[in-house]
């Protein structure tokens, strides 16, 4: 196939993003004027550790640490601070104001949506009883299998740690045939009407179901659509997109196994999940991220970030043979997304390099392609019998974690990576 050349599209594309060239090249003048007098904006507590920040176009990762605190959490967090509490009964008051904000029974704040995992599945093993908190991980005589819709996942030694045992199914038929009087909790990542489905499921077995949605806000709404449908459990993660403490996370549902789950956690001696420890700066800040959401103007955010995105896709479609697609992701991160393609092939120039060169920029710049730093290697998620993906054609920018300003710095340079590999096919 043809390296494709400039044509009058692309200078028509060249010109609507002449407003934003001419940003960029302002900003630089101002960037290299105030480095110049010793002021270089990019000296901060990480960089003086030598270690390198990032600009973040590829969401709320763990690994790249989460999210940033809203700044009401940031100062709950400051108050939360200065004084002692009692955390236990701390996490009951919280409790109460979840059940006002949600319209779960309760709620406590867990080490991120993992800890809840291991709390909710505590909880629903060893209950309140302190005889089978402090047995755990020994399941011996308990309810301690736990079923496992869609089969296993990155995150389920969150679940097995506790001594459980994994079950795993992949259709309503199995999941049905699979409870049984060793059931104690069934683990879900579904949404929509697969949730419902096995949502009754569990109430006709009278089996705790748990729901895992740790990316599930945006939109804040989800905290109450799951208390609506009368899900047992549910989690989100505090890090993610309710931009709260990165090592906080949200556990709601039925009062009894949230009362279980707190019994089962931190700060209990002798608890299995006593290591999974959130201080009262965590709590009230989590608790912060969700009453600050509810309070959003969801549309003007979501404007907002649409915005960013759009003026990275009127840079980078100045190179010639580059293709853009914005979208909106349903079943988790659910943020204004920019898909970015070319011809990898004509090119000689694939994701693996593009990611790689942006990695390597300074600023760093971390996008969305085919790897995940992150994962354990030996990791084998899902349904073994499922076909395995190809590659990806595209590189992805998730909106959300992109800073006001870094859009123009991110266009910029991919313009720069992407401009210079279509004119190296095309020589």
Not at 84 to 90: D, K, P, Q, S
Request: glycine share 8%.
């Amino acid at each position: 196939m043809p390296i494709q050349k400039p044509s009058r599209r692309s200078f028509v594309k060249l010109l609507a993003a002449a407003p934003l060239l001419s940003q960029i090249a302002a900003r630089d003048v101002y960037a290299q004027a105030a480095t110049a007098i010793g002021r270089d904006p990019r000296q901060n507590v990480y960089t003086r550790l030598g270690v390198k920040t990032v600009i973040n176009c590829r969401g709320t990762w763990t690994y790249l640490s989460g999210s940033l605190e809203f700044p009401e959490v940031r100062q709950a967090q400051v108050e939360a601070a200065q004084h002692f509490v009692n955390m236990l009964e701390l996490q009951r008051a919280v409790g109460r104001r979840l059940s006002e904000l949600t319209g779960a029974e309760s709620g406590i704040v867990t080490s991120g949506a993992a800890g809840a995992m291991a709390a909710a599945t505590a909880g629903c093993m060893a209950g309140t009883d302190d005889k089978n908190i402090w047995q755990l991980p020994d399941t011996t005589g308990l309810k301690h299998e736990v079923i496992m819709v869609g089969g296993r996942s990155a995150f389920d030694s969150a679940i097995r740690l506790t001594g459980a045992k994994l079950v795993l199914t992949y259709s309503p038929e199995e999941l049905a045939n699979a409870i049984n009087e060793k059931t104690a909790m069934i683990y879900t990542t579904d949404l929509g009407e697969k949730l419902a489905r096995e949502l009754a499921i569990a109430k006709e077995h009278k089996i705790p179901m748990l729901l895992d949605d740790a990316a599930g806000i945006p939109p804040a709404d989800n905290a109450k659509l799951y208390a609506r449908m009368g899900l047992d459990l549910y989690c989100f993660s505090g890090g993610k997109g309710l931009c709260g403490p990165q090592c906080s996370g949200l556990l709601l549902g039925r009062k009894d196994l949230i009362e279980a789950a707190l019994l089962n956690c931190s700060p209990r001696e002798g608890a299995v999940c006593r290591p999974m420890k959130v201080g009262k700066e965590e709590i009230i800040g989590c608790l912060t991220a969700l009453e600050t959401w509810l309070k959003l103007d969801e549309k003007k955010l979501y404007a907002e970030w649409n915005g960013r995105i759009d003026r990275i896709r009127k840079l980078v479609e100045t190179v010639p043979g580059v293709k853009t697609e914005t979208y909106t992701p349903d079943d988790g991160n659910r943020y204004p997304t920019l898909k970015i393609s070319w011809d990898q092939q004509a090119w000689g120039f694939n994701i693996s390099d593009c990611v790689g060169q942006l990695r390597a920029s300074d600023p760093v710049i971390e996008v969305l392609g085919a790897d995940n730093p992150s994962l354990v290697r030996a990791v084998r998620e899902g349904n073994p019998n499922r076909k395995e993906p190809k590659g990806p054609d595209h590189i992805e920018l998730v909106s959300m974690t992109i800073q006001p300003g870094e859009e123009m710095i991110v266009g910029q340079r991919l313009r720069a990576i992407l401009g210079a590999a279509q004119k190296k096919a095309a020589a």
